[in-house]
């Protein structure tokens, strides 16, 4: 039979408000007073064998989310770098296959100081040339490349004046290491104002406008750039004024000649020349 009230509260052992509970057991069927009673005792027989229940904490859930767990299914439009090898979408590096384009690669891994790009396109002759050389300004132009049969050697100039030439292997262009060679003559200022004056026509003779502006100024350069530069110069005056030495230069045997106003706190660094003395100083 059942239990009652007295059962209920005899199995739960602990007290139970007969006023409310027996009602309760009353509407039920006697089919759900047995689920209730047998519930009670495998409670406590739960209880009996674990000891008594501790209360127990909500769990907790780390979620981490890699790169990998999303693939990204945007395309990429980036081309590939030269400085870094571009290559195809494995990474492979790829190599120029004329000379130009070979030169400039070299020069843009150059400045940008990728020696892992350097190592692909140079020879380590070269690639020791460029680290005795250092860093210089990156900002180079193009000038020419001449080709002997065997090799090509292409010059370039850059923002400073400074000029470099890259030889190369022609029959290895299009594959690693066509360089052989990357020399580098940079831009250099004379402590004096005669030297100075003469790396300043020197460089009109080269047909180095960037070095022509680095010692003097663009005026000063594009004055002489529109003439025909002498075979021959030399100082034959110097006058010295607060601040400032005047050099005449005289070309082609005296057939022409100018003064050269030199400031003489920049000797020994750029922009020296301020000026022409013809007929007065600028």
């Given at each position: 039979?059942p239990p009652g009230?007295g059962?209920?509260?005899r199995?739960?052992d602990?007290?139970v408000?007969?006023?409310v509970?027996?009602?309760i ?13 047998l519930?009670a ?18 769990p907790?859930?780390?979620?981490e ?6 693939p990204?299914?945007?395309?990429s439009s980036a ?7 571009g290559?195809?979408?494995?990474g492979a ?9 070979y030169a400039?690669a070299?020069?843009?891994a ?8 350097i ?5 380590q ?5 460029i ?6 300004n990156?900002s180079?132009?193009?000038i ?7 090799y090509?050697t292409?010059?370039f100039?850059?923002a400073?004046g ?17 360089v052989t ?11 004096d ?12 003779q ?9 010692y003097a100024?663009?005026?000063?350069a594009?004055f002489?750039?529109?003439?025909t530069?002498?075979t021959?110069s030399?100082v034959t ?8 030495t005047?050099?005449?230069m005289?070309f082609?045997?005296?057939?022409s ?11 020994g660094d ?12 600028a």
């Amino acid at each position: 039979m059942p239990p009652g009230t007295g059962d209920l509260r005899r199995i739960l052992d602990v007290p139970v408000d007969l006023a409310v509970a027996e009602p309760i057991l009353r509407a039920m069927t006697p089919l759900r007073r047995t689920l209730v009673a047998l519930a009670a005792t495998g409670g406590l027989l739960l209880a009996g064998c674990g000891g008594k229940q501790q209360p127990q904490t909500a769990p907790t859930f780390s979620t981490e989310v890699t790169a990998s767990a999303v693939p990204s299914t945007a395309p990429s439009s980036a081309a590939p770098s030269p400085t870094s090898g571009g290559g195809s979408g494995n990474g492979a590096p790829t190599y120029p296959s004329s000379a130009k384009s070979y030169a400039q690669a070299l020069l843009s891994a150059w400045g940008a100081k990728n020696g892992t790009r350097i190592d692909q396109l140079a020879v380590q002759a070269a690639v020791q040339q460029i680290k005795d050389n250092g860093y210089p300004n990156s900002s180079w132009t193009y000038i020419k490349c001449d080709d002997d049969g065997t090799y090509a050697t292409c010059l370039f100039r850059n923002a400073h004046g400074d000029e470099s030439l890259v030889k190369m292997v022609k029959t290895q262009l299009g594959h690693p290491t066509a360089v052989t060679e990357a020399q580098l003559m940079r831009t250099s200022y004379a402590n004096d104002a005669g030297s100075y004056v003469s790396g300043f026509v020197y460089a009109w003779q080269q047909g180095n406008k960037q070095r022509m502006i680095r010692y003097a100024n663009e005026q000063v350069a594009a004055f002489f750039l529109s003439k025909t530069p002498p075979t021959s110069s030399m100082v034959t005056g110097e006058d010295n004024t607060a601040g400032h030495t005047k050099i005449t230069m005289s070309f082609d045997g005296g057939t022409s000649s100018y003064t050269f106003n030199v400031v003489n706190q920049n000797l020994g660094d750029a922009h020296a020349i301020g000026g022409l003395c013809n007929p007065g100083c600028a």
